[in-house]
């Protein structure tokens, strides 16, 4: 299975390259594509500057307002350049840059693309700047082959970007490394669960460690019941073999010794049939894409090893099937947690919780000064935000005005919720320690990140992310596909931006 890995997932993106000044008449002639990006105020000076910009404004004028592109036409030249031109304020925020982006690639890239070109005209350099990197963000983003299994070969992909007009070459050595991870993240969460079963992924786990020279470490049933991770057990021992795993990697730029600065943890839960609280079908249909907080987590640290972040990381990863069978947990079982706490079984599709709380604290006992955990934990967080933000979750409360802020600034938005001991109060039990979670069900977003934070050191810093905007019909910001990889541009903007590592603790 390792071809896998090598055969269906390459870092194959789209040749980005750069030209400064105001493009020759030559340039324009070796794109395909054309996306032209003005302010929505557009100076009589700047028509000059751009190829038949009388008729552009002609078009402008005959055509209503809203829709992307606004206009769009060919040029006379021999590939009969398709120019597409699209406004926008330049005070405009990042989510709403992102998701003009997607819609002019989109556009653009209806028709066989092989050269895509970005040109921003019109603003000063540092809007200039930051459009061209959200427009290339989006390219990156559509330009990725997501996993297809067709007799039929898939069509012709984006080969090159062309960003032209531009002041000064900018560095978009980031928004390559965000757009590599945010791909990986959204290609392990798109592959069906017979192409990604537990082997497999942790193979291609192994394979990728091999590559990006991560540390590798498998943690088999096995091992996990001589460790007492009875949790986690709890949701694998319905498997008919023992493929469940928890896997660590470790990112070491420098002392391969060094204590994690970060943890990020993920939740892989494979496919989810609900266990024996069974799903129905439509519940059930897209549960492959369950196991997304890990592909998130393991997104997120290859983004940072691509960029070649100085700090150490670990990377822990709950990789297993929620089953129904004879050997299945069932509501009421009494479950014994690494930590030594007792949780008394409720409802067995609430098993993301379980498989996160062992991890959580083997995650915790390497003393990181920050833990970030993805999962696609519960239908109440969707219900409550949409699959338009993706919920957070802190042992530290003053860090909401900051999570939220990190959402606004880089377009990956997110809401913050309330947690603490006084949730804890739905979740007691007459037999255990604590419920696994509430029979009742309200605010079991709340109550699951309430549940998860009695298995992290009260001294170690945690975000939980429960990512309900995973999936999203049509897209969201930059990226148009349903699957999204949302949290990796998240979490970079969280840890660089926001020195989120200096400032947690």
């Not at 002019?104 to 921003?120: C, D, F, N, P, R």
């Not at 992909?157 to 991870?181: N, Q, Y």
């Not at 020279?213 to 049933?221: A, L, N, P, S």
């Not at 419920?435 to 939980?464: R, T």
Request: include cysteine.
């Amino acid at each position: 299975m390792g071809s896998l890995l090598s055969d269906k997932y390459k870092n194959n993106g789209p040749k980005i390259t750069q030209s400064t000044g105001t493009p020759d008449g030559k340039t324009i002639a070796g794109i395909d594509q054309l996306l032209l990006i003005l302010p929505k105020k557009v100076p009589a000076s700047l028509w000059r500057k751009v190829p038949q910009g009388s008729k552009l404004q002609s078009l402008l004028r005959r055509k209503g307002t809203g829709g992307l592109p606004a206009v769009s036409t060919h040029l006379q030249n021999k590939r009969q350049t398709t120019m597409s031109v699209g406004k926008i304020d330049p005070q405009s925020d990042a989510f709403e840059t992102l998701t003009f982006a997607r819609k002019m690639v989109a556009a653009a890239t209806s028709e066989k693309a092989g050269t895509l070109g970005i040109w921003a005209l019109g603003f000063n350099e540092e809007e200039q700047n930051t459009l061209v990197a959200r427009v290339t963000a989006a390219a990156l983003a559509a330009a990725f082959a997501m996993p297809e299994f067709k007799s039929k070969s898939p069509r012709a992909r984006l080969k090159s970007i062309k960003i032209i007009g531009l002041k000064d070459k900018i560095d978009l050595s980031r928004v390559s490394a965000e757009a590599e991870g945010n791909n990986l993240a959204r290609w392990l969460t798109a592959l069906p669960a017979n192409k990604l079963d537990a082997v497999s992924y942790v193979q291609l786990l192994k394979e990728m460690s091999a590559q990006q020279g991560w540390q590798f470490k498998k943690y088999g049933v096995r091992e996990l019941e001589k460790m007492g991770a009875g949790a986690f057990l709890a949701v694998a021992q319905g498997n008919d073999n023992d493929s469940a795993a928890i896997v660590r990697l470790r990112y070491r730029p420098e002392d391969k010794t060094a204590k994690p600065a970060l943890s990020l943890v993920g939740k892989g839960i494979i496919f989810d049939t609900g266990g024996t609280n069974l799903k129905p079908f439509t519940s059930m249909l897209d549960m492959h894409i369950d196991m997304g907080g890990s592909a998130v987590a393991v997104g997120s640290l290859l983004t940072i090893s691509r960029l070649g972040l100085p700090v150490a990381v670990d990377c822990w990863l709950a990789i297993t099937e929620n089953r129904t069978g004879p050997n299945a947990y069932k509501s009421q079982d009494v479950l014994t947690a690494r930590n030594g706490k007792t949780i008394q079984s409720i409802h067995t599709d609430a098993e993301g919780r379980l498989a996160l709380a062992d991890t959580l604290t083997l995650a915790g006992e390497d003393k990181p000064d920050l833990i970030i955990d993805y999962a696609t934990l519960t239908g109440a967080c969707m219900n409550a935000v949409t699959t338009r933000y993706s919920g957070v979750f802190t042992n530290r409360p003053d860090l909401h005005p900051i999570l939220k802020r990190s959402g606004q600034e880089c377009g990956e938005r997110v809401w913050p919720f309330p947690i603490g001991k006084e949730f804890l109060e739905d979740l007691k039990s007459d037999t255990a320690d604590l419920q696994q979670c509430s029979a009742n069900g309200g605010g079991d977003h709340i109550l699951a990140a309430s549940f998860l934070q009695e298995f992290v050191d009260d001294k170690i810093p945690w975000v939980h992310m429960d990512l309900s905007a995973c999936s999203r019909k049509g897209g969201l910001a930059h990226v148009p596909t349903e699957i999204t990889g949302f949290g990796v541009r998240y979490t970079m903007h969280l840890i660089i931006d926001k020195n989120m590592l200096g400032d947690a603790a």
